[in-house]
């Protein structure tokens, strides 16, 4: 697994970054603001782009299903925030899933290599 180093020095596995990008979601959802759409749309987006590498079958058949959907958003017209919000929380749950289906909030799956 690659690792990344964050501007105090601290090495941060692929893992970290996507569980922090996690809890940045989750902390979007309780500030409630103007921006809260948008900011909440692009984050899932983001993670959905973060773990694309790891999308098993039923991942690839639920993104496609989540397209479908976005595709009509985009065609209608008056969409209330709320209808363009179940979009995006239906795709987080699913990516919610495919972690859950790899174990990846699990650590002792992962073997990251101790410093020497």
């Known amino acids: 697994m690659e690792e990344f180093i964050s501007s105090n020095e601290e090495k ?10 996690l809890k940045g979601i989750l902390s ?8 809260f759409t948008f900011s909440y749309s ?11 590498p790891f999308y098993d079958d039923d991942m690839k058949k639920d ?6 959907e976005r595709k ?4 209608a017209n008056n969409l209330k925030e709320s209808q363009v919000n179940v979009v995006y929380r239906r795709l987080f749950r699913k990516l919610n899933e495919l972690l859950s289906r790899n ?7 992962y073997t990251e290599e101790e410093e020497t």
């Open 63 to 68: 993104y496609k299903k989540y397209e479908e």
């Open 103 to 109: 174990n990846y909030l699990k650590t002792s799956i």
């Open 28 to 35: 979007i959802t309780i500030k409630v603001n103007d921006r």
């Open 42 to 52: 692009q984050s899932v987006l983001a993670l959905s782009d973060v773990l694309l």
């Open 72 to 75: 009509g958003l985009d065609t």
């Open 12 to 21: 941060l596995s692929f893992r970290i970054i996507v569980l922090e990008h």
